[in-house]
């Protein structure tokens, strides 16, 4: 597997929620709580939303919120803002003779 | 406060060896609670991994990329380093740094760094 599934994009007005899905496999995202997610605005570097599917890291707001249903983890951001507008990836331990660690394609998030 | 910052030639020309360090503040290298990792992203592309080293010397690479990166660590300099070798126009992105904590697979990132190839 290369790559964990996202949208390519999703939107939504100001003050709206929106949610951001990512799909994997009973080897990564199904098997494991270790899902994290980033934010990346441009020409930026990614900064960590949310670790072990749902924890917040210390700074972040909690209009993001983390969860996970079997194998699709996913980015719920409610009262959405100007601000958030960004790229988002996820990621996930995944279980491989080769591989500790899989990304997501990548969500562009369009505040309208 | 923790802090990772990438340096090294921003064009390397084709075939040759792509050199990059990450210097680290506020945490030693030598702690077992993180891996420490290299990350890439070409223009408009998606993250990806290329790979880690552990203070202990061991290492993982993405297969992608194992026949031709090597990342070692240097204790007494807090540094660790990314060598890829045989590169291409391909190999252009911006490269980031990053500490992972080992404990939750969650990664903490350098500023980034474009690196060209080009002739």
């Known amino acids: 597997q290369s790559a964990l599934t996202q949208p390519a994009s999703v939107s939504g007005s100001p003050g709206q929620s929106i949610t951001i899905s990512c799909t994997g496999t009973?080897?990564?995202?199904?098997?494991?709580?270790?899902v994290s997610w980033y934010q990346q605005h441009p020409g930026k570097a990614p900064k960590l939303m949310i670790y072990?599917?749902?924890d917040r890291p210390s700074g972040v707001s909690n209009r993001f919120f983390g969860s996970k249903s079997g194998n699709t983890a996913s980015l719920t951001i409610s009262g959405l803002q100007a601000e958030d507008e960004a790229d988002y990836y996820c990621?996930?331990?995944?279980?491989?003779?080769?591989?500790?660690?899989?990304f997501g394609g990548g969500t562009k998030l369009t505040v309208l | 406060q923790v802090q990772l910052q990438e340096s090294g030639p921003g064009l390397v020309k084709p075939s040759e060896t792509l050199s990059l360090t990450c210097t680290v503040s506020g945490v030693s290298v030598s702690s077992g609670t993180y891996y420490w990792s290299w990350i890439r992203q070409p223009p408009g592309k998606r993250l990806e991994w290329i790979g880690y080293v552990y203070y202990s010397g061991h290492t993982n690479y993405n297969p992608s990329l194992k026949s031709r990166v090597t990342i070692s660590v240097d204790t007494s300099k807090n540094q660790f380093s990314l060598k890829l070798s045989s590169v291409t126009a391909a190999d252009t992105a911006v490269y980031y740094c990053a500490r992972i904590v080992t404990s939750n697979w969650s990664f903490y990132w350098g500023q980034g760094t474009l690196v060209t190839v080009s002739s």
């Open positions: 072990d599917v749902s």
């Open positions: 990621s996930s331990y995944i279980r491989s003779l080769t591989l500790d660690v899989i």
């Open positions: 009973s080897n990564d995202v199904g098997g494991y709580k270790y």
